[in-house]
């Protein structure tokens, strides 16, 4: 296994939903989790690990590890805040990104057990920014026109 960087088409590409949530998927968790925690970071999804299947998996701090298959976004706050983002697929570069409050997400766990949550706080920013992921989108998109242009220049040049 692998992270997938910025270039590459696979993180451009929408991801399938998953058919049946085997030990073959449990596995994939499982590795996934593993890989995040070798790289310190917060949340990995499918197409970084050039796996285009709907699922992430998230791990703040002090917190229980989380896997999301077949993940449905429920409802957004209109409220947004903004906060500091990185992407283990764009790495050595941060930028603030304004993104909802909160987040209602409902999705299936590695044990192929349904669930829903309510997060706010850094986990709704990590389940928001690794759901577009799945849709093929990065945190850069969320940027002006500008801020991007200097992120990928600093990007490049690294
Ligand atoms: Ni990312």
Redesign the pocket.
Known sequence: MEIIKLGNEILRQKAERIQKIDGAIHTLAAEMLNMLEQKK?V???GP?VGVLKRIFVIKLVKEPSMVFINPSILKTAQETVKYE??????PGVWADVIRPATVAIQAWNEKGRPFTIEASGLLARAIL??F??LEGV??IDHLSELKRTRLLAKFNKL
């Open positions: 970071g949340g990995l999804a970084q983002e990185g992407c283990l697929s764009v920014h690794e577009d992921h990065l945190f």
